[in-house]
């Protein structure tokens, strides 16, 4: 690139390339979301932002994970966890420790339970206004 670097046909196909990239994610977001939240974890998406200039050499660079991004989220969603994104790596942990810290568990068993291998959704209902409720999305009765 550098012996390159003043060929303006040459930049102009490279920034042409990158505007199309894209990373063509094959998998069934669905299943995955659901074999997480089956998993009994917890998971805490901290997504750790640049603040760097991203043009060099007259040429500009994009953050190329928005593709991922998504997916990452669901996954901790469906687990009941968090997603936070910062360029503060210490308040990102800082919110993850907390949200480990200060929780209930609750314990239910379903009605009519059948052992069918199907994936059951869970839903969570409260009173009051002032708790914020995260649980995992559901489970396979196995």
Known sequence: MSTMQHDINFLMNLQEFND???RNLRF???KVKQAFSDSSISIHF???TKIKDPT???MTSREASED???AFT???RSTGGTTDSSANPDYLFKKAVEASENYYLVYYSPKNYTSDGE???IKVKIKGKNY???HRAGYFSN
């Open 119 to 121: 994936f059951k959704t």
């Open 132 to 134: 914020r409720v995260t």
């Open 46 to 48: 901290l997504y750790i």
């Open 20 to 22: 199309f990239y894209h």
């Open 74 to 76: 669901e996954m901790a």
């Open 28 to 30: 069934d977001i669905e």
């Open 68 to 70: 991922i991004f998504s």
């Open 56 to 58: 060099v050499n007259d």
